[in-house]
């Protein structure tokens, strides 16, 4: 479930300036890009996060 949530959070991210404003201050902090994804409802871990950027990039 929680790499549903990644996907749904990097899309709203994507569409929304200010919530990828909070991403990129995180720059390669993973466990910051997450306590974002929590504030704004998507609940994942920094560790699904860098297996979907291995798996994405």
Same mark, same amino acid.
């Given at each position: 479930m929680s790499? *549903?949530?990644l /996907?749904? #959070?990097l899309a709203?991210?994507?569409s929304n300036d200010s919530i990828r404003s /909070?991403? /990129?201050a995180c720059g390669q902090d993973n466990t910051c890009v997450a306590k974002v994804g929590?504030?704004?409802g998507h *609940? #994942?871990?920094p560790a699904n996060?860098?297996?979907w950027q291995r /798996? &994405? &990039?």
């Open positions: 790499m *549903k949530q /996907e749904t #959070f709203k991210a994507h /909070e991403v /990129e929590l504030r704004h *609940k #994942f871990s996060l860098t297996r /798996e &994405h &990039h």
